[in-house]
């Protein structure tokens, strides 16, 4: 997800990395990409796309444009478009999401929340009963 966005823009490159040893603590808000590696409690907020490593421990609730898991989540995420969850992927909340993408092995408990326009059901008049 992120080599395909990062070919089509360059301001959608990766704008913050949360390395393997970084413990993060607070309210991350942020407008790029974001890779976290390490752990992070709080928040995260971010207008592009999140990349959760395998290694990586998330307690947050996260709002993103896309999101990819590896790691751990656990926290309610909002997700406006795609949701990936890799075979090693275990998150624990709430989703909302309008694309989801779930590889055998992850695990997901909480709600899931599909965002896609529903049409009204409209029957037709002339239906034979």
Not at 65 to 86: C, D, F, H, M
């Amino acid at each position: 997800m992120f080599e395909k966005d990062e070919q089509k823009s360059p301001s959608r490159e990766v704008e913050t990395i949360i390395g393997p040893s970084v413990k993060v603590e607070g309210n991350f808000s942020g407008d790029g990409n974001v890779i976290v590696d390490g752990s992070l409690q709080g928040t995260l907020k971010t207008r592009h796309n999140l990349r959760v490593g395998k290694e990586a421990k998330i307690k947050a609730d996260i709002q993103v444009a896309n999101l990819t898991v590896a790691g751990e989540i656990r926290g309610n995420v909002k997700v406006s478009e795609r949701t990936e969850l890799s075979a090693s992927a275990k998150v624990i909340g709430n989703l909302e999401t309008k694309i989801l993408s779930v590889e055998p092995g992850a695990v997901l408990q909480g709600k899931v929340t599909m965002m896609n326009e529903i049409k009204e059901f409209t029957p037709e008049k002339n239906v034979q009963k």
